[in-house]
């Protein structure tokens, strides 16, 4: 069966530095998204991305974030400049023509 | 402001029996409601969806009900058993003219099936 996948499982960094956070989405799927989950939180929405550009961002999406399609399989998170505050679990999903969202197993980012 | 809840953080229910969890919302009219299982350090994982103009949905031993005019959904797990315990989650779109837009999410009922 299909799935998501995510790389690194678990990133380490300090403040300050640049992170990509890699995602492979279920091949036929056209709409790809972040979501983050801090700690003992619920999910919370970054991004959504539709035919190449981005279709909604939430407030947690600010200009140290960024995602890119660079090929016809990935789909890629940076955060420019890494806080402490960006610790967290983060999922990548993707969805084809139905409303259900797949998702990855996650990378949990862990800022020092 | 848009807010969903999830009435119970952690739920323990006999094994066997009938677990019901529920999903209430305000200033949101979703077009369709969706339920997630969730595993400690995993991803969410898709269960069911409702639409708005839908009463109930079954999936084997799964029924999800949506009752518009009261903003609540019931999801229920019949024959529980260990296997089933794991966090809920409760998630309504943001529908837009793209189509399929984000997912809000609850915070999530902690299930635990106890044999």
């Known amino acids: 069966e299909p799935e998501v996948t995510q790389t690194p499982s678990h990133q380490v960094t300090q403040m300050g530095q640049e992170v990509i956070l890699r995602c492979v989405p279920i091949s036929n799927h056209l709409y790809f998204y972040w979501y983050r989950q801090i700690l003992g939180q619920k999910v919370e929405f970054l991004v959504s991305f539709y035919n190449n550009e981005i279709s909604e961002k939430s407030e947690i999406f600010d200009d140290q974030f960024s995602v890119e399609r660079p090929d016809g399989s990935n789909f890629t998170l940076k955060i420019r400049s890494t806080k402490l505050e960006d610790s967290a679990m983060y999922f990548c999903?993707?969805?084809?023509?139905?409303?259900?969202?797949?998702f990855g197993p996650g990378t949990r980012l862990t800022v020092t | 402001s848009q807010k969903i809840e999830q009435n119970s953080e952690a739920l323990n229910i006999q094994e066997g029996k009938t677990a019901t969890l529920t999903c209430n919302y305000t200033?949101?009219?979703?077009?369709?409601l969706q339920w997630y299982r969730q595993d400690p350090g995993r991803g969410p994982v898709f269960l069911l969806l409702?639409?708005?103009?839908?009463k109930e949905k079954r999936k084997e031993r799964l029924k999800v009900t949506f009752d518009t005019t009261l903003k609540q959904s019931l999801f229920h797990i019949t024959a529980s058993q260990p296997a089933d315990s794991a966090t809920y989650l409760c998630a309504l779109d943001g529908w837009s003219s793209f189509g399929n837009e984000k997912l809000t999410f609850g915070t999530g009922t902690r299930l635990t099936i106890i044999p």
């Open positions: 409702i639409r708005e103009n839908e």
């Open positions: 999903a993707s969805s084809g023509r139905g409303y259900e969202q797949y």
């Open positions: 200033n949101y009219s979703p077009a369709y």
